[in-house]
């Protein structure tokens, strides 16, 4: 099995050249056999949404819905998606940050996710997060002694205040800020982004934790400084024995950097694995739409098959697999519903042009009945000076034109009934995680929710 070259070396300085993280897709996986650190079973992360004086069972995001996972000490794993994915606030809450709805996260035999904020916090010295704007993750009034050295008053490690200098100006050297007399006394105002980054990870290292979840520490920071940060944070996994959680919507970073990588979807995990295997044989079509958006300069001009649209709402996700209304691959049993008709029929106009968006969806009675989530079976309102007749005659012209679709392959039937236009849709699935065998390697299977590889 490949591993990692050693990374056991001094920190490089806050202006060393660039470099490239040592590390290589999928890196060492050691941990695979080593002890469980974090076991998440079934978390869900719901933010219910106000309603107004009368209104009852105001619906919720799913922000995190159904997550399983376990987390090997000594491993980088990498939570991986578009924004909307669920990835920063299913990082959030493996650290007590948001509390969950559902589900258990079982840290060293406790389960996090059903302690009180009085019982987390002596916890937080072992469980530490990096945020992704380093830029607001440090007091602007206080100098980086005071602010690095805060945890150690927090958690009481270290009250003489000689003592705590000494501890903050060693862990400033760890990290590259060197000689730390030159920043001790500033303020995050004197400090560029990769500066102030480095502070960040001093802070969170400083009270010696075991597990830190970094939120897209480098989306912020300049790329002549992005591979040294990234370097950074494996020369510290190394020499502290640290696990990570590495949050990114960047699979280019991911793969110098983690051991495995999670794909999120819609508050899901659609598919895990290595590194080197979910690059070498991605099987769900969003991971594959992932790193096909990868920049590749010996590619340029090359066509993408890049997912249509944007995440859909968390509030009323699509039936079925969530990452159906986009994926070109769909089958009949993705969860094909009437406002996967609505999207369609706008995609048809779009092409069809302006004249003929507004003379078809005329010839519908009520516009909203296209936009409904959910049912089997609609019926579609002709409009007045229309027949049903007339409407499923437009649906057949435009399933013609748009007969590639993977929207049609969920349609049972289209006809006319009671002066409707009745439509039924395949019976739904939702696809779960399941493990398929792995090629890059044998010993770490990845796991995939999507009906294809059924």
Not at 150 to 176: I, N, S, W
Not at 300 to 328: K, Q, T
Not at 402 to 416: H, L, M, N, S
Request: charged share 25%; proline share 7%.
């Amino acid at each position: 099995m490949p591993t990692k070259p050693d990374m056991r070396k001094a920190a490089p300085t806050a202006d060393s050249p660039a470099a490239a993280p040592s590390g290589g897709p999928g890196g060492t996986l050691d941990s695979n056999r080593g002890e469980t650190l974090v076991e998440v079973t079934g978390l869900k992360v719901h933010f219910p949404l106000r309603g107004g004086l009368f209104q009852r069972g105001a619906a919720a995001v799913k922000a995190v819905d159904g997550v399983s996972f376990t987390l090997r000490k000594g491993e980088v794993l990498g939570l991986v998606g578009e924004s909307g994915s669920g990835k920063t606030t299913l990082g959030r809450t493996l650290l007590g940050l948001n509390r969950a709805t559902g589900g258990s996260i079982r840290y060293r035999g406790r389960d996090l996710a059903t302690l009180k904020e009085s019982q987390l916090r002596p916890m937080r010295r072992r469980l530490q997060m990096i945020f992704q704007d380093p830029h607001a993750s440090l007091n602007p009034t206080m100098d980086i002694a005071t602010a690095v050295g805060h945890p150690l008053l927090v958690h009481r490690l270290v009250t003489d205040r000689e003592e705590r200098r000494r501890k903050v100006a060693e862990t400033l050297e760890r990290v590259g800020l060197s000689p730390a007399e030159l920043f001790m006394d500033k303020y995050p105002s004197d400090l560029s982004g990769g500066q102030k980054q480095r502070a960040v990870m001093a802070r969170a290292i400083i009270a010696g934790p075991e597990l830190l979840v970094a939120d897209e520490p480098i989306s912020m920071l300049d790329m002549s400084v992005r591979a040294k940060i990234l370097q950074l944070f494996l020369d510290l996994k190394n020499d502290l024995d640290l696990t990570y959680v590495y949050v990114t919507h960047d699979l280019a970073s991911a793969k110098f950097f983690c051991d495995r990588i999670a794909i999120m979807y819609l508050g899901r995990i659609v598919e895990i694995g290595t590194t080197a295997e979910i690059f070498a044989n991605p099987r769900h079509p969003y991971t594959k739409a992932l790193l096909g958006a990868i920049p590749d300069p010996e590619k340029a001009g090359v066509p993408r098959n890049l997912p249509r649209g944007e995440v859909p709402d968390a509030v009323l996700p699509p039936l079925g697999c969530a990452f159906h209304p986009r994926c070109p691959v769909a089958v009949a049993s993705c969860g094909w519903e009437a406002r996967d008709l609505g999207a369609l029929l706008e995609r048809h106009w779009l092409v069809a042009g302006e004249d003929a968006r507004v003379a078809e969806s005329a010839m519908f009675g009520r516009p909203e009945e296209l936009g409904v989530a959910g049912p089997r079976q609609i019926l579609l309102t002709p409009a007045k000076q229309t027949t049903a007749a007339q409407v499923v005659d437009l649906l057949r012209r435009v399933r013609e034109k748009t007969a590639d679709d993977p929207f049609w392959r969920g349609v049972t039937e289209c006809e006319v009934r009671g002066g409707k236009v009745y439509i039924a849709f395949a019976e739904a699935s939702d696809p779960r995680l399941r493990v398929v065998a792995a090629t890059a390697n044998t010993e770490a299977p990845v796991s995939v929710a999507c009906h294809l590889v059924e």
